[in-house]
T-cell receptor, first 113, second 112 residues
């Protein structure tokens, strides 16, 4: 079946611009996660959605970062007023429930000039 | 705070030369330890989940083991196609979310 998909694959933007990154989870998966992978660093948790519950935003690095999940499916991660330190690979993962394996998408490679 | 340390950072092997990758962890109650493989420009690909000390899982040339403090990913007679970055992550029993805490990964290169 189809896996997790993310778009765009690559995004180049100028410092100060806003960007939106999209994640389409595996059909039927109720839990969705966003992680960030910076050069030389491990994956860093950003935000977690589970069903209709309020999202866990504890990993968001600043108030410039926000995310939403519409209809319990597609999620969008928005970064406002991008900074060069936001350059990274943004990965989305989904799972059928929190006790199940997280399956990752291919990521969006963001470069802020 | 949960922590994962992987060693070595990079490993170069000759084809057929078996070795092991180490993942040391501290976590407030382990629900699961996960191994993923990541190829350049791709997202992590799931390999194994281990839940309790003494557990072992195998897939082709890979075997993952778990103790109370660390996990090993043993690679037997590796082939060039095994070249990738191997990621280890832990999930805690407690906490409001089920996030994974990752190590920085081990980059494996297998020469033909």
């Amino acid at each position: 079946g189809a896996g997790v998909s993310q778009s765009p694959s690559n995004k180049v933007t100028e410092k100060g611009k806003d960007v939106e990154l999209r994640c389409d989870p595996i059909s039927g998966h109720t839990a969705l996660y966003w992680y960030r992978q910076s050069l030389g660093q491990g994956l860093e948790f950003l935000i977690y959605f589970q069903g209709n519950s309020a999202p866990d935003k504890s990993g968001l690095p600043s108030d410039r970062f926000s995310a939403e999940r519409t209809g319990g499916s597609v999620s969008t991660l928005t970064i406002q007023r991008t900074q060069q330190e936001d350059s990274a690979v943004y990965l989305c993962a989904s799972t059928a429930s929190w006790v199940e394996t997280q399956y990752f998408g291919p990521g969006t490679r963001l470069l802020v000039l | 705070e949960d922590q994962v340390t992987q060693s070595p950072e990079a490993l170069r092997l000759q084809e057929g030369e078996s070795s092991s990758l180490n993942c040391s962890y501290t976590v407030s109650g382990l629900r699961g330890l996960f191994w993923y493989r990541q190829d350049p420009g791709k997202g992590p690909e799931f390999l194994f989940t281990l839940y309790s000390a003494g557990e072992e899982k195998e897939k082709e040339r890979l075997k993952a083991t778990l103790t109370k403090k660390e996990s090993f990913l043993h690679i037997t007679a590796p082939k060039p196609e095994d070249s990738a970055t191997y990621l280890c992550a832990v999930q805690a029993e407690t906490g409001a979310n089920s996030k994974l805490t990752f190590g920085k990964g081990i980059t494996l290169s297998v020469r033909p």
